[in-house]
């Protein structure tokens, strides 16, 4: 019988918490390893450079977790990033707006693309993969026509978001910061409980009276946000927006959050987990680079380690659900 | 006697993690018999059969075919042997044919190519044996459940099955299509066939079965005859006697109407009007098809409708729109707690609390201290039995599942109850704590819609039976006065004639 209850156990269960933080328990062997094989790993600049490597894979991720969470998958978010980072710029340089106005010009393009892409599956019933597919390509496009194909200067706020504050580089402080900020509206808000419930079973939220069309658009709301704060990043840390920035991006955003223990037919994720997702997609990238692996070989090495995690957690759920 | 049997199943024990599922379980299975297995869910029914069919292996004890020990170490070993399950959720592909279905995996080919004569015969001789008359080209997807469940049958049967279990084969049947299923069984039995049958509903044991296996929390308790009283069952089954098995207690039927609703129309609904008044169960009884799952829907928002009203305490509702009525006291229990009631990865805590996280959240926070106490409360209350309010709620047994949805009105202070199929899949035991809660709800004077597709439930469990048939209430009949034949009487009246020769 189900209802037999196992005591709790006093104590640490170790075999419990390997189970339950596989990738923490990878990324620490991952370190200790490149720690043994070569000097330069754990040295203070290589660690803030990781650092400054994984925001904005990092941010994206955090939104796109509230996307996986409710059962969607957002692909536009790289060419969100693009157009935020290249519209704030582009709305200070060229048309002349108060610098202080960058920011949210491009934190209010992200927001604008993921209501169009949530409204689109909300409403128009599109699968998400297909409305976010073409925001992809539709999004980038704008970003050529606006940019006309060429890099444009950021405006000084943005170059902000790029510098360091003290010791400490702002994409870090941005971090953990937008982290914190996701965890929060995940666990603690109405918004972020219904995407779990949303993710979990469509129809018994809807039939619970939770407004899952809504919840829906939120979330592409909330991935856009994190999009367009992670794109306007990155292109403050090269001081210039281009078109191509952050192409490709979505696929290692969506990496981060399978890693990190999310499930892609919804309803399980944690924003903790995701950062340890992207943290491990940025380790291995880094340790590669220091033992002087090719960029081609690199390519190989990050796709087995995708299907190796998550190959793990699939293995580990069947083992909990017997 | 074990010498003849097809299969034993010999003192065998599985555990998972610290919990004993299964503990000496002996259960043996002849050719040209049908053995009942019987108990409440989580007794270990569905881990015994997992056992036959190679998903899991006994800790202890062994598994004897025809005399002889075998390890079946996974589906193909069993396959193998000649084991066949039919479960519930049916292994069948809705867009390939019936041959197709039949063939899958083993198609017949002819100079590499598919050989679809020979698909088709293989499946002709298949349907033959259980005198099934469907033509093979059919795709399963068009046909009913009980013929895909039939379909299912002869695909194993063509495979050469010599044991065949049958797991809740009945649960989602209609009473003419569980004869047909009878009649197959039974032509089984003459082939040699041995059968582990599985059900719920009492009344079919004496009917199909020749004896019955009663499990209790993973032990082993008695084998009976099956003709054995079904006073006696549950007593074995539950391990203590249920005073009644329908324990309605009427409440004074007062004041206003609690639910009106006037002139409902939409696709399969025709006109639909009713009141229900404080402190009264109607049952919603009819044919499957008739309406009612549509009509509950409705009610409660899930589904738009395109003209009529629904109100609660004389208040409008808008249609299509679960939220509102919610708000206005409305809580709906919907068929398949599974697929529409719960969130199963989500804990208990959760699915009990999530018509009430956005009512008490504060500045769009989740009550997260309050939500848990008021789910503790309502559990204790209703006693759900979980490890913890905290447990993944796919950890529970159906009854307790169904018990949490309960639970969940419950916290949001419905009023009007909207049941559709409230007791499907759940187990004796917790049948009449369900039975229990619609008293409570109409004591307190609230007021509950019930649709039961099982009839002994709708007269022992209402105060007035509404029939549907074909999209409109065939006729009103208080359960004083009802009896199965005039229920049924009404839900084929307005059945026309030539669709009924459609149905035959």
Redesign the interface.
């Known amino acids: 019988?189900?209802?037999?209850?196992?005591a709790?156990k006093k104590g640490f269960d170790f075999k419990a918490f390997l189970a339950n933080n596989g990738a923490l328990v990878g990324l620490v062997i991952l370190c200790l390893a490149l720690f043994i094989a070569t000097p330069r790993f754990l040295t203070g600049p290589n660690l803030l450079n990781i650092g400054i490597q994984v925001s904005t894979i990092a941010v994206m991720a955090f939104g796109m977790t509230f996307v996986i969470v409710a059962a969607g998958i957002d692909l536009s978010v790289g060419s969100v990033a693009a157009l935020s980072a290249m519209g704030s710029s582009y709305a200070v340089t060229t048309s002349g707006l108060p610098d202080a106005l960058a920011i949210p010009v491009g934190l209010a393009i992200g927001a604008l693309s993921g209501w169009v892409t949530g409204a689109m599956s909300a409403y128009g019933k599109l699968p998400t993969f297909i409305a976010s597919l073409a925001m992809l390509t539709v999004v980038r496009g704008l970003t050529l026509v606006i940019s006309d194909g060429r890099p444009i200067s950021t405006a000084s706020s943005v170059s902000w978001l790029g510098d360091d504050l003290g010791p400490i580089p702002m994409p870090i402080i941005i971090l953990v910061v937008s982290g914190l900020l996701a965890a929060f509206v995940l666990n603690?808000?109405?918004?972020?409980?219904?995407s779990?419930?949303v993710g979990?079973?469509t129809?018994?939220?809807?039939?619970?009276?939770?407004?899952v069309k809504r919840v829906l658009v939120t979330v592409f709301v909330i991935s856009g946000l994190f999009a367009a704060l992670s794109g306007m990043i990155l292109a403050g840390r090269l001081d210039s927006a281009q078109p191509t920035l952050a192409s490709g991006y979505e696929l290692d955003a969506i990496a981060a959050v399978v890693i990190g223990g999310a499930?892609l037919s919804g309803?399980?994720g944690r924003i903790s987990g995701t950062l340890i997702g992207a943290l491990v997609l940025a380790v291995i990238r880094n340790g590669l680079n220091l033992l002087s692996v090719s960029a081609f070989w690199q390519q190989v090495v990050i796709g087995a380690v995708i299907a190796i995690a998550v190959g793990f957690d699939v293995l580990r759920r069947k083992n909990v659900?017997? | 006697m074990s010498n003849d049997a097809l299969l034993v199943l010999d003192k065998v024990c599985k555990s998972f993690g610290p919990v004993q599922v299964i503990e000496d379980v002996t259960v043996e299975v002849y050719a040209g018999k049908v053995s009942v297995l019987l108990g409440e869910n989580g007794a270990g029914k569905s881990t015994l059969i997992k056992m036959i069919a190679g998903v899991h292996e006994p800790d202890a004890g062994q598994i004897l075919f025809k005399g002889q020990p075998v390890r079946i170490r996974d589906t193909k070993t069993s396959e193998a042997l000649g084991i066949a399950t039919i479960h519930q959720e049916l292994n069948l592909v809705p867009s390939m044919t019936i041959a197709e279905n039949i063939t899958l995996g083993r198609v017949p080919r002819k100079f590499g190519i598919i050989n679809r004569r020979e698909m088709r015969k293989i499946a002709r001789d298949a349907l033959a044996k259980l005198e099934l008359d469907l033509d093979v080209n059919t795709p399963v997807g068009e046909l009913g459940l009980a013929q895909q469940q039939l379909v299912e049958i002869a695909k194993a049967l063509s495979l050469d099955a010599r044991v065949l279990i049958l797991d809740e084969p009945t649960a989602a049947l209609t009473t003419t299509e569980i004869e047909h299923l009878f009649r197959v069984v039974n032509q089984l039995k003459t082939q040699g066939v041995g059968m582990v049958f599985i059900s719920h509903h009492l009344d079919e044991i004496a009917a199909i079965g020749d004896y019955v296996n009663v499990l209790r929390d993973g032990k082993f308790i008695a084998t009976v005859p099956a003709d054995t009283d079904e006073n006696e069952l549950v007593r074995l089954m539950v391990g203590r006697d249920i005073d009644a098995q329908f324990p309605r207690v009427a409440t004074d039927v007062s004041g206003q109407p609690l639910l009106t609703v006037e002139h409902l129309s939409e696709g399969a609904l025709k006109d639909i009007s009713l009141q229900i008044r404080p402190g009264e169960v109607v049952a919603l009884a009819g044919l499957m098809g008739a309406g009612r799952t549509e009509l509950i829907r409705a009610i409660a928002g899930a589904d738009k409708y395109a003209s009529g009203t629904v109100k609660v305490s004389g208040k409008k509702l808008t249609s299509y729109d679960v939220a509102a009525a919610t708000r206005a006291g409305i809580g709906h229990v919907p068929e398949d707690r599974k697929t529409q009631g719960l969130v199963l990865d989500a804990s208990v805590a959760e699915n009990i609390g999530y018509a009430t996280m956005a009512a008490t959240a504060k500045n769009g926070l989740v009550d997260r201290k309050g939500q848990k106490a008021r789910a503790q409360k309502v559990a204790e209350r209703l006693r759900i039995r979980m490890g913890s309010i905290d447990a993944p709620i796919r950890s529970l047994s159906g009854g307790n599942q169904q018990k949490a949805v309960f639970g969940r009105w419950f916290t949001a202070g419905a009023k009007v109850l909207l049941l559709d199929e409230p007791t499907r899949g759940v187990d004796v035991g917790a049948k009449v704590e369900i039975y229990e809660l619609i008293n409570e709800i109409t004591a307190s004077g609230g007021c509950v819609l019930m649709a039961s597709s099982e009839l002994p439930e709708v007269l022992g469990m209402s105060d007035r039976i509404l029939v549907m048939s074909q999209g409109r209430i065939a006729g009103e009949l208080s359960t004083k006065e009802a009896t199965q034949d005039a229920i049924m009487a009404l839900a084929i009246s307005n059945v026309h004639r030539e669709e009924e020769m459609g149905i035959k």
């Open positions: 019988m189900s209802s037999v209850a196992t709790p603690r808000t109405v918004m972020g409980k219904n779990f419930a979990g079973n129809e018994a939220a809807r039939l619970s009276g939770i407004p499930s309803g399980v659900k017997h």
